[in-house]
């Protein structure tokens, strides 16, 4: 299989987990498991990952700069297993769990929704981004890599770290 071939290959498997994955996600939000118990010890975890997934983005930036290839291709692969990881478990609460109302009042709602908002906007957005920027490095593309890592890496960081935020800030609610 020619360059080319492979190129059309992933660009369709990106496009199609792209749009998958948030269907997928919505789709699961609305099915209850009946006679499952609450998986409410899952949110502190999922959000541990969260934060741990933050941390690995920081470092494999770190490594790259350092020059540190195969370290920054490490952190960034298990970056990508921790996303998946916690969005096997955020779909699994939801799928046991009611959704909690945030509580608080006044100006800090607003905060919390804005935050929230923008999370779930962009972790949708950040998909694609994600998936051309790891198959860039995969197939040795490492200036188009570079060059959509630097649009990936703020969206995927402020995604790890807003998600930390929206828990620790409902969490008092659940």
Do not use: C
């Given at each position: 299989m020619n360059n080319t071939m492979k190129k059309n290959k992933y660009n369709v498997?990106?496009?199609?987990?792209?749009?998958?994955?948030p269907i997928a996600v919505a789709v699961l939000f609305t099915v209850k498991i009946p006679g499952v118990e609450?998986?409410?010890?899952?949110?502190?975890?999922?959000?541990?990952?969260?934060a741990?997934?933050?941390?690995?983005?920081?470092?494999?930036?770190?490594?790259?700069?350092?020059g540190n290839?195969?370290?920054?291709?490490?952190?960034?692969?298990?970056?990508i297993g921790c996303s998946v990881l916690f969005l096997l478990m955020y779909v699994a609460y939801h799928?046991?769990?009611?959704?909690?109302?945030?509580?608080?009042?006044?100006?800090?709602?607003?905060?919390?929704?804005?935050?929230?908002?923008?999370?779930?906007?962009?972790?949708i957005i950040v998909i694609p981004f994600v998936l051309i920027t790891f198959v860039r490095a995969l197939s040795g593309e490492f200036y188009k890599h570079r060059k959509i890592a630097r649009i990936t890496?703020?969206?995927?960081?402020y995604v790890a770290v807003s998600g930390v935020i929206v828990y620790l800030m409902i969490s008092p609610y659940y």
């Open positions: 498997w990106i496009w199609i987990l792209s749009i998958a994955i609450r998986l409410g010890f899952l949110p502190p975890i999922y959000a541990t990952i969260n741990f997934t933050a941390i690995l983005l920081v470092a494999a930036v770190y490594q790259v700069r350092k290839r195969k370290a920054h291709e490490r952190l960034m692969k298990t970056a799928m046991t769990s009611d959704s909690t109302v945030y509580g608080g009042e006044g100006v800090i709602k607003y905060v919390y929704y804005f935050i929230l908002i923008t999370h779930i906007l962009l972790s890496y703020p969206l995927w960081l």
